[in-house]
């Protein structure tokens, strides 16, 4: 029945407040008068977090820690608040995250800063968000789970950028409005892509996935290419080359 005095350990920071959990911290930064509220990291935890924003913008900055555990997040439905992971450019460690980011609502942005990156080891789970850009990288290694889940109203008129996908299941795209466009640098292994998937020309690669619709323009000048199925989707394959002219390869002799 005796008290113990302990010194209390403190895991997150908004400016010079310091909180004994990430999910405080979030909920503080959620409910600010500023616009936007940044919560850093002081050092590596484990913690889920789950948090609304309601009238401001909210960044969770690593610092280069790493947060072991899953961050949910909501806002009211046709928001544009957004919530940032992102990790500094003068840290030489990588910041990263070990658990799922859901969004709900909103807008999401993983950001990779010019000289390191910011990584998701586990999955983002996007429903009816208004824009994504994902600048870092996200691994998935589970097979029963998608790297970038797209679910509801898709991201209208936003993007999936820049994006390394390391993992086993790819991306699920579910978009019943607007377009996600993946842009440059991105690679998809595997894909179950629902709706109007575009990109802008520049390094991204598709190595496999199945495309409600024809997926042909993203594959031009590589060695992939869609075939329509019995169910009409399309099924990315690789090609298989029989024949060639100087160093220009084709499928058929004839």
Request: glycine share 10%; hydrophobic share 40%; aromatic share 4%.
């Amino acid at each position: 029945g005796k008290y113990e005095i302990v010194k209390k350990t403190y895991v997150a920071a908004i400016g010079d407040v310091k909180y004994e959990s990430v999910q405080e911290a979030l909920k503080v930064a959620a409910a600010a008068a500023d616009s936007t509220m940044t919560v850093m990291l002081l050092a590596d935890v484990s913690e889920n977090a789950s948090f609304a924003m309601a009238n401001r913008n909210v960044i969770l900055d690593l610092d280069g820690h790493v947060l072991t555990g899953n961050i949910n997040v909501t806002a009211p439905e046709g928001s544009k608040l957004q919530f940032t992971v992102k990790n500094p450019a003068d840290k030489k460690d990588t910041g990263k995250l070990v658990g799922d980011i859901t969004v709900t609502n909103g807008k999401l942005e993983v950001s990779r800063n010019s000289r390191y990156d910011t990584t998701v080891e586990g999955s983002i789970i996007l429903n009816n968000v208004a824009e994504a850009a994902i600048n870092g990288t996200v691994k998935q290694s589970a097979a029963d789970k998608a790297a970038i889940t797209v679910n509801g109203t898709g991201v209208d008129g936003g993007k999936i950028a820049n994006t390394a996908v390391i993992d086993a299941a790819g991306i699920a795209i579910d978009a019943q409005s607007g377009t996600v466009k993946i842009l440059s640098n991105s690679s998809v292994s595997k894909a179950q892509v629902n709706g109007s998937v575009q990109n802008n020309g520049a390094a991204m690669k598709i190595t496999g996935g199945v495309f409600s619709a024809d997926p042909s323009a993203l594959l031009v000048g590589t060695d992939y290419k869609a075939e329509q199925n019995s169910d009409g989707k399309y099924e990315i394959v690789k090609k298989t080359y029989v024949v060639a002219i100087g160093e220009t390869k084709y499928e058929s002799v004839q």
